[in-house]
């Protein structure tokens, strides 16, 4: 960690106790980007686990931060909603300026339920087994174009490429349109004037050109047999073949953010985890079995989406608070991650965890990321692979983390390789 990194996160501890209780505010991207918000959860899993906060740009919300309530939340969608029109799954949705988009993981039951079984089949155990070969293929061949000896952007080069083959595969759209994927992915959750986007206007204007790239592949598909990628199944599913074209393109969306950010942000923070922590590289080196076991602890420590956003549909007592009707509700997955009661010394990075998988990073219940076993299977196939090549992977300084409260994650990452094996 960079020196600039460290004083950020006193000066921030120092901010977060300072400042009454009442008027802790966790939901602020510049904390994000500055990698300084843990003081804030560390201040309000030990006092104020369920808290309010009055006043965000976004309008008041509950901020829920220990492992075992968000827990208690993820699982009771009778009372906690994901519905799109009462606000949706993040902190921002619900704006009067904001068109709800429908997508099923913005939905309860029962509607969410036949859609997602719709589009579980491609990443069914039977697909990811077939898929592995070709992930591998595609991973030892971006990392043999890799530069040696020269300081290059990690993120870019390979986390993105990955991420956007395997994407483009699974939507069965050419290879040379996987950059575009991975550009609409970031438009989706770009903040405006954080560099990406200049205005809510342009962003809608992309995403014209986004949903017309996807109309024409449904276009295509509905026409022709049906076959095993998430387009046709989209297309030819009995609980999705006939579907608004707006809802169609809600899910093109989730499919393209959850397929995407999540992997490619938790590749990058593998690089980055293990470099901060060179006894556990040291550790990995010596034995790649322990590659599993790190991937899972990589997805904890990373946690690449901070939160998860419900909206009360009655009152319900949680932790000695009443949350009434209507009233927001996120759930800190990034906090849950490092809850000292269900996690042992939750701060550190031990690849070797008696019970890795212990983490929040992919929800609970009914919302459970349908892909989360191909993240897995990415991370697990890149990182057997980068250990045959490389004895090492150098980040030669602080990493661009992403500007939001919603994508934890890297823009740039600045590494350079050694020597290979």
Not at 79 to 100: E, N, V
Not at 156 to 178: H, I, Y
Not at 240 to 262: S, W
Request: charged share 25%; hydrophobic share 40%; net charge negative.
């Amino acid at each position: 960690m960079a020196d600039g990194n460290l004083a950020n996160l006193a000066q921030a501890r120092e901010e977060a106790y300072a400042t009454p209780l009442a008027d802790l505010n966790p939901a602020q991207p510049a904390l994000f980007q500055a990698d300084a918000m843990w003081p804030i959860f560390d201040r309000l899993r030990a006092e104020d686990p369920i808290h309010y906060t009055r006043e965000h740009e976004f309008g008041p919300y509950w901020s829920i931060t220990k492992y075992n309530d968000i827990m208690a939340v993820d699982t009771n969608h009778q009372q906690f909603s994901s519905d799109f029109m009462k606000g949706g799954i993040t902190i921002a949705g619900g704006q009067a300026d904001m068109d709800p988009l429908p997508m099923f993981i913005a939905m309860d039951p029962p509607k969410h339920d036949v859609q997602r079984k719709t589009v579980s089949p491609a990443v069914s155990p039977m697909n990811l087994h077939t898929m592995e070969p070709l992930i591998r293929e595609r991973a030892a061949a971006i990392l043999d174009s890799l530069p040696i000896g020269e300081e290059f952007d990690w993120v870019d080069l390979v986390s993105k490429e990955l991420t956007g083959m395997t994407l483009a595969t699974l939507f069965d759209m050419p290879q040379e349109d996987r950059r575009q994927l991975v550009y609409w992915s970031d438009v989706v959750t770009a903040a405006p004037g954080q560099g990406l986007i200049d205005t809510i206007e342009q962003k809608m204007q992309i995403f014209v050109e986004y949903h017309a790239y996807f109309t024409k592949l449904w276009n295509e598909r509905v026409n022709a047999p049906p076959q095993g990628d998430l387009i046709s199944m989209l297309a030819h599913g009995e609980a999705t073949r006939n579907m608004e074209p707006r809802e169609f393109f809600g899910n093109i969306v989730l499919l393209t953010v959850g397929g995407n950010d999540t992997t490619r942000n938790t590749i990058s923070g593998s690089i980055l985890a293990l470099n901060q922590n060179p006894d556990q590289y040291a550790k990995l080196r010596a034995n790649p079995g322990l590659i599993p076991s790190m991937v899972s602890e990589t997805i904890r420590w990373q946690t690449p989406l901070a939160h998860m956003r419900r909206t009360a549909v009655e009152d319900v007592e949680i932790g000695g608070k009443t949350i009434r009707a209507g009233e927001k509700v996120v759930m800190w997955y990034v906090s849950g991650n490092r809850d000292e009661e269900v996690i042992d010394n939750p701060n550190a990075y031990i690849i070797d965890r008696e019970r890795p998988r212990t983490h929040i990073s992919f929800g609970f219940g009914i919302h459970r990321c349908v892909g989360n076993r191909l993240a897995e299977l990415q991370l697990k196939v890149i990182w057997e692979e980068i250990l045959k090549r490389f004895p090492t992977i150098e980040v030669t300084g602080e990493p661009k983390r992403v500007y939001s409260t919603f994508v934890k994650g890297y823009e740039r990452m600045n590494v350079v390789i050694p020597t290979r094996t």
